[in-house]
């Protein structure tokens, strides 16, 4: 971590994360134009329904080069060349799936502009949800954001999901992109514990060996024992106090471990329906307690 941190540890990186962190930002206050640099995201070859009529009068489908950056999503005739339409972030007030029967076609999306919709044809299903997804991220922010959608395209003078005839109608159905502010999250406290006391507890040994460089930094100010010199300690003593108060909390928690499976092996009988006859895992398991009681003893 210590030579990572130094291979980083100037002001081209530091600029470069600070402007990951400002793209992947939430807040409703996030402006795509103060980051002056242009951050590639996401580029690659899809085919998109013209957006004007061609001289037969019918809209047809091209291969285009797709670019899409923190300021705008671009489409060009090849990998290179110059951008033949032009999307700012701020204009896109949705990117949603199209249904495969208007065109009859498969993995089709479309990003929805104030004048227009422009409907996209990724090569697979995958290409087509990462598209998806990406546009939806860059643009979740945007004031004008719609909150409805048409699943369908306008064909024929009316929309095929929905069958009303202005092309300005709004959508009938609800946007799927982004989260709603009173969103609730169903998260499991006991499950996020026990994954944060598994970290510590795989990791005791790393711990312990920090708290000893705390020791030696705090009686012993001379050069640092090589194995503890790949991390700086900046408060030897209160890092000390806060190691042990972590390590001794983790102790405990591991004795109420152990006692907990030592109670419910005690409990658990062998061929009940639980844990029929043959049942490997807990066979594994009874392999496991015996091997932790004569380590206990």
Aim: glycine share 4%; with cysteine.
């Amino acid at each position: 971590m210590a030579a990572f941190y130094d291979y980083f540890n100037e002001q081209k990186y530091a600029d470069a994360v600070k402007n990951f962190l400002d793209l992947i930002s939430s807040s409703a206050r996030w402006d795509q134009k103060s980051i002056e640099t242009p951050i590639m995201l996401k580029e690659g070859f899809m085919i998109k329904r013209a957006q004007g009529r061609n001289r037969f009068g019918l809209k047809n489908f091209k291969k285009r080069w797709f670019r899409l950056t923190n300021h705008k999503f671009t489409y060009h005739k090849t990998k290179g060349e110059g951008a033949l339409c032009s999307i700012p972030i701020e204009n896109i007030l949705a990117v949603e799936r199209l249904e495969e029967e208007s065109f009859k076609m498969k993995n089709m999306f479309q990003v929805i502009q104030p004048e227009r919709v422009l409907y996209i044809q990724a090569n697979n299903c995958v290409e087509a949800r990462d598209w998806i997804d990406i546009l939806t991220k860059v643009s979740q922010c945007n004031r004008k954001r719609l909150s409805t959608y048409h699943p369908s395209a306008y064909l024929n003078g009316h929309w095929l999901c929905c069958k009303l005839s202005a092309d300005t109608a709004p959508g009938c159905t609800p946007c799927t992109g982004g989260l709603p502010a009173n969103i609730q999250l169903d998260v499991d406290g006991d499950r996020e514990t026990e994954r944060i006391y598994s970290l510590y507890s795989t990791y005791m040994s790393k711990l312990v060996k920090m708290q000893e460089a705390c020791g030696s930094k705090s009686v012993y100010d001379g050069p640092e024992q090589e194995e503890y010199s790949t991390f700086v300690i900046d408060d030897p003593q209160e890092t000390y106090k806060t190691l042990r108060l972590v390590i001794s909390a983790v102790q405990t928690l591991e004795q109420q471990h152990m006692q907990y499976k030592r109670d419910k092996f005690r409990k658990t009988k062998y061929g009940s329906q639980e844990h029929p006859i043959g049942d490997q895992s807990f066979q594994c398991y009874i392999r496991q307690q015996s091997e932790s009681s004569t380590y206990s003893i």
